[in-house]
C-alpha cells in the first residue's frame, strides 16, 4: 500500500491466512524495546504468499518452523513483511527493535510520562510487531512483560495473571494469558510504577472479579468516583441486558499522553486521566459525569465490541453506535433522563450535524477511507447511536433485548457486520428492516418537512410529513429512509403521543382533534433529522408550557431563541416580545429540575445557529447573539439575582457533592446573565473566591475572562499559582485561557504557547489550548483579519510531524466552513492548500486536505 493508497468497502477479501495463538515477549527499553512474536499461522485458502503489516519497525530476525530466514527469503518494505508459508500451518517467530521514547503517535507502544503504554486501535499493533493487523483476525494472545522491578513495578497486559518471577540484573516479569480470541487492535501493555486501587465485584453467577485501577502516585484518592462508576456499570449491564464480565480480573489504567478517551483493550483499559480522576476540588460537575459515562462505556465494549468485534474497519459504528447508545441509557438512568438526552442532542446538532454538511460527510458504516483514524467521527458515534436509538423506537425495549440476545447468540466470539446486527434485530422483532438499513450507507442529515391542515367540517387535523436528502460528498442521489417520528397533540393541556413511520418521500396522517391543537415534532428527538416546520410563536409557546416531552419543551424554547437571534441579524432594532421574558421568568420560578431549567435557559451555541446560514458573516450573528442574550439579562436581572441568592443559600447546606449538581448548574447558568451587568459583575469575583468546588471555580472565571471583566488577569493568575502543579486542571486553565475576549487575543495566545506547562507533545494540552480556541471562542476564531484561521493553520503544521491524529482532529473548524461568506472562505482556502504542499504530510491531513479543497 503506498503512502495515501484509497481503500474500499467494496474491496473486502476475507484474509488468507489467519493467527489462532501469538506468544508476545516484551525486553522494555526507552530507545531499543525488543519484542519477540510467536505467531501460530494457518493458511486459509491456496495462497502462500503472507503479508504481514508493520511500519515504524527494525526487523532482527525472521524463523519460520525452526529456520531462521536470510533477507533475500522474505521482502520487506516501509509497511510490510512478506513471507512464503507453504504448509497448512507454520510457527513464525518475528523479532522486531522498537523506540517508545521516539513515538510522539501516540500509536503501537509509547512513553507517558514514566510509564509505558500503548494504544493499537485501529492499525497501532503493526507498531509494535509485523502481524495480520486487521480485526477479523482473531487469536488467542500470552505477553510476557520484561522490565526494571524498581522503575516499573507494575506490569500489565490483557487478561489473566498465570506467571511472575525476578530475573537477572534487577528486572522481573509478567505473564498474562487472554482465553479469549481478539483481534490485534485490543491487545494492550503498560508498565510503570502507579498507585494501585483495587476492589472486587461478585457477579449475578457468584464470581468474584478483582477490580484495580492504576493511576500516578499520590492520586489514588481520585480514582474512587471511577471504581464507583465501574461497578455501577458492571451491575447495569447485569440488570439492562443480562451480560456478566468473563475475566477474572478487570483493569484501569490512567495515563495522561493518551490520544483517545480511552480504549476497552480486553481485560486491560488504558484511559486519559481526564476520565479517571476527580474529586471535588479539582473535577467539576461535569468531569464526574464523563467519567462515569466512559467508564460504562468502554466497560459496555466488553460485549459489544470485544466478544463480538468489526469484520473490517468500516463497521466501526458496529462496535461505537451500539455502546455509545448503551452509555447513553446507563446515563440517563443514573442521572436526569431529560438533561442527558438534551446534552446528546446539543452534540449532534452542535457538531455532527456540521460534519453531515462538510467536505468529509460519510455514512455511519462508510465507504472509503485513506486513514482509518479519520473515521472516528461522531458521525460513527453519535449518529450511528442514534441509528440504535431508532431502532430500540421502532422495536420496543422487550424486543430490542430480543435482539440483543439474538445477536450474542449468533455472533459471540466472531467478527460480523452492521448488517448482521440488523439482521438480529429483524429476526428477533420480526419486522422488516432492509428499508432502515439505508441508514447505514447514506450520509448526511435529513430535513423532515412537516405540514399541517386543520379541517373545521370533519373534525380533522391532517399532518404530512415529507423527508428530502441533500446531495453530500461522493452521494448525488439518496434513497428514501425509514424514519420513526415521535409527535406530540396538545389540546388544552391534553396531551396524546403518536409514533409514525416515515418510510416514503411524502406520507400523510389524520387525527381527530380539536382545532387549537398544537403539534410538537420529533418527541425525545426520535431520529437524526432537521425539521422544517413553520409553527407561530404561539404554538412554541404552547409546547414550552404544556408539552409532557421534556426535549419538545426545550427544542421550541430553542426555536424560538433561534428565531429571534436571527432576526436581531437582520435586523439589529428589531424588538423582543414581552412573552419571552415572561416565559423565562416563570421557568425560573417554575418547580421543573433546577438542572433542566438550566438547559432551558441556555441559548443555542453559535455553532448551532450558524449550521443552516449561507454566507454567513460570523461578525453579524456573533453581534446578535450578544444583544439578544444581554436584552435578557437586563429584563431579568433582578430575578436571576434573586435565584441566584436562594440557590447559594441552598447549597450552603448540602454537604455531598453530587446532591448540589443541580443547583449548581442553574445559579452558574444564572451567574451567565448576572455578569453582563455591570450592578452584578462583583458577584463573579465573590464566588471564585468564596468557591469550595471546581465547578463554581471554573463557571466564575470562565464568566470574568470572556466578558473580559478588569479582575479577569488576576483571578487566572491566582488559579494558575493555585493549579500549576495539578495536570488535569491546567488543562482547564490553558482552555480558558483561549477563550479570552481581549483585543489583543493572538499576542495572548503566543504567550501561552510559549508556557513553561504547555507542549505540542501532549493532546489533552494541545486540545486545551488550540482546539479550545477554535471550536470556543469564534469572535476571533472568525475575526475578519483571517488571524484565527492562520493560527489554527500554524499549530496544525506543527502537529502533523508530531501527533497527525491531533492534527487531523483540531483541522476541523477549517475544513467546515462552506457556509462561511466569500472573502473568510477564501482565506481558510490559501491556509488549506498551503497545509496541502508541507513535506512529510501525513494521510491522516491528506485525506481531509484533499476532500475540503475539492
Not at 510520562?113 to 485501529?122: I, L
Not at 477474572?248 to 478517551?261: E, K, R
Not at 418510510?503 to 400523510?508: D, F, I, P, S
Not at 449550521?611 to 447573539?625: F, G, H, S, V
Request: with cysteine; aromatic share 10%.
Amino acid at each position: 500500500m503506498s503512502e495515501f493508497t484509497t481503500r474500499y468497502l467494496a474491496d473486502y477479501q476475507a484474509p488468507t491466512f489467519t493467527i489462532k495463538t501469538v506468544d508476545l515477549t516484551f525486553e522494555l527499553d526507552d530507545n531499543n524495546t525488543i519484542v519477540t512474536s510467536e505467531l501460530a499461522i494457518e493458511r486459509l485458502t491456496d495462497s502462500t504468499e503472507l503479508v504481514l503489516d508493520g511500519e515504524h519497525l527494525t526487523l532482527l530476525s525472521v524463523i519460520v518452523d525452526g529456520v531462521a530466514l536470510s533477507a533475500e527469503h522474505y521482502q520487506l518494505t516501509d509497511n510490510s513483511l512478506t513471507l512464503t508459508i507453504s504448509t497448512p500451518k507454520a510457527k513464525v517467530v518475528i523479532v522486531t527493535e522498537i523506540s517508545p521514547i521516539d513515538n510522539t503517535a501516540l500509536e503501537g507502544l509509547f512513553k507517558s510520562g514514566d510509564a509505558y503504554c500503548t494504544q493499537c486501535e485501529a492499525e497501532g499493533f503493526r507498531r509494535i510487531t509485523y502481524y495480520l493487523d486487521r480485526p477479523d483476525v482473531m487469536a488467542v494472545f500470552s505477553a510476557k512483560v520484561i522490565a526494571d522491578k524498581v522503575s516499573y513495578p507494575y506490569l500489565l497486559s490483557n487478561g489473566n495473571k498465570v506467571e511472575q518471577g525476578d530475573l537477572d540484573g534487577g528486572k522481573h516479569f509478567v505473564k498474562w494469558h487472554d482465553p479469549f480470541p481478539k483481534p490485534s487492535y485490543l491487545f494492550a501493555l503498560v508498565a510503570g510504577n502507579f498507585d494501585l486501587l483495587a476492589d472486587t465485584f461478585v457477579t449475578r453467577s457468584g464470581r468474584e472479579v478483582a477490580l484495580e485501577i492504576f493511576v500516578d502516585q499520590g492520586n489514588l484518592a481520585k480514582a474512587e468516583h471511577a471504581m464507583s462508576s465501574l461497578k455501577k456499570s458492571m451491575s447495569w449491564d447485569e440488570q439492562t441486558f443480562d451480560l456478566e464480565y468473563d475475566l477474572d480480573i478487570y483493569m484501569i489504567v490512567a495515563v495522561d499522553f493518551f490520544n483517545m478517551g480511552a480504549m476497552e483493550n480486553k481485560g486491560l483499559n488504558v484511559f486519559n486521566s481526564k476520565y479517571v480522576l476527580a474529586d471535588k476540588e479539582s473535577a467539576t460537575d461535569t468531569d464526574y459525569f464523563n467519567i462515569e459515562a466512559v467508564i460504562a462505556h468502554e466497560y459496555f465494549h466488553n460485549w459489544t465490541g470485544n466478544r463480538v468485534t468489526c469484520r473490517d474497519w468500516f463497521q466501526l459504528s458496529l462496535k461505537e453506535g451500539l455502546t455509545v447508545f448503551r452509555d447513553q441509557q446507563f446515563s440517563a438512568d443514573l442521572n436526569s433522563s431529560a438533561v442527558t438526552r438534551i446534552q446528546n442532542v446539543r452534540l449532534l446538532r452542535a457538531h455532527q450535524f456540521a460534519e453531515d454538511a462538510g467536505p468529509m460527510a460519510h455514512p455511519i458504516r462508510p465507504e472509503k477511507v485513506m486513514e482509518m483514524n479519520n473515521f472516528y467521527t461522531l458521525t460513527v458515534y453519535e449518529k450511528g447511536a442514534e441509528v440504535i436509538r431508532m431502532l430500540h423506537t421502532l422495536l420496543g425495549q422487550e424486543r430490542f433485548k430480543q435482539g440483543i440476545d439474538l445477536y450474542f447468540e449468533r455472533f459471540d466470539g466472531m467478527a460480523v457486520t452492521c448488517d448482521d446486527f440488523v439482521n438480529a434485530m429483524a429476526d428477533a422483532g420480526g419486522v422488516d428492516l432492509s428499508q432502515f438499513k439505508r441508514w447505514y450507507s447514506q450520509a448526511g442529515t435529513p430535513l423532515l418537512k412537516v405540514e399541517q391542515h386543520y379541517c373545521q367540517q370533519d373534525g380533522k387535523l391532517t399532518l404530512t410529513l415529507e423527508q428530502v436528502h441533500q446531495p453530500s460528498a461522493n452521494q448525488e442521489n439518496k434513497d428514501n429512509l425509514h424514519i420513526p417520528v415521535k409527535i406530540e397533540l396538545i389540546d388544552q393541556g391534553q396531551v396524546k403521543q403518536h409514533l409514525l413511520e416515515l418510510k416514503e418521500a411524502k406520507q400523510t396522517w389524520s387525527f381527530d382533534v380539536d382545532s387549537d391543537t398544537v403539534v410538537a415534532p420529533l418527541a425525545g428527538f426520535s431520529a437524526p433529522v432537521k425539521v422544517a416546520f413553520e409553527q407561530s410563536d404561539q404554538a412554541l409557546y404552547q409546547i414550552i408550557n404544556h408539552g409532557q416531552d421534556a426535549f419538545c419543551r426545550w427544542d421550541a424554547g430553542q426555536k424560538l431563541y433561534a428565531r429571534y437571534i436571527l432576526a436581531l441579524t437582520a435586523e439589529p432594532t428589531s424588538e423582543l416580545p414581552e412573552r419571552l421574558f415572561s416565559s423565562l421568568a416563570n421557568i425560573l420560578s417554575s418547580d421543573l429540575d433546577d438542572e433542566l431549567k438550566a438547559e432551558q435557559l441556555t441559548l443555542p451555541s453559535f455553532d448551532e445557529l450558524a449550521d443552516n446560514q449561507q454566507e454567513l458573516d460570523p461578525t453579524q450573528l456573533l453581534a446578535a447573539i450578544k444583544q439578544f442574550k444581554q436584552a435578557i439579562a437586563s429584563q431579568l436581572g433582578e430575578q436571576f439575582s434573586q435565584v441566584y441568592k436562594n440557590l447559594s443559600k441552598e447549597l450552603e447546606s448540602v454537604e455531598d457533592l453530587a446532591a448540589g449538581k443541580a443547583q449548581r448548574a442553574l445559579r452558574n447558568c444564572c451567574l451567565g446573565y448576572l455578569v453582563l451587568l455591570p450592578e452584578y459583575q462583583a458577584v463573579v469575583v465573590e464566588q471564585y473566591h468564596s468557591s469550595d468546588n471546581m465547578t463554581d471555580s471554573l463557571a466564575s472565571l470562565s464568566a470574568a475572562t470572556k466578558q473580559n471583566l478588569p479582575a479577569a488577569a488576576e483571578l487566572l493568575k491566582h488559579f494558575e499559582q493555585k493549579w500549576q502543579d495539578t495536570t488535569l486542571v491546567m488543562d482547564k486553565w490553558f482552555s480558558i485561557n483561549a477563550m479570552y475576549s481581549g483585543a489583543d487575543i493572538f499576542e495572548h495566545l503566543a504567550r501561552l504557547l510559549e508556557h513553561q506547562l504547555f507542549s505540542l507533545k501532549n493532546p489533552n494540552r494541545a486540545r486545551s489550548l488550540i482546539g479550545s480556541f477554535a471550536m470556543s471562542n469564534p469572535e476571533h476564531f472568525h475575526c475578519q483579519s483571517g488571524r484565527g484561521y492562520q493560527f489554527l493553520a500554524e499549530q496544525i503544521a506543527q502537529l502533523n510531524e508530531i501527533n497527525p491524529q491531533v492534527a487531523a482532529r483540531l483541522i476541523t473548524p477549517l475544513i467546515q466552513s462552506k457556509n462561511l461568506e466569500s472573502k473568510r472562505r477564501a482565506i481558510i482556502k490559501s491556509a488549506l492548500q498551503k497545509l496541502l504542499k508541507l513535506p512529510n504530510l501525513s494521510r491522516d491531513l491528506k485525506e481531509k486536505l484533499d476532500a475540503a479543497l475539492s
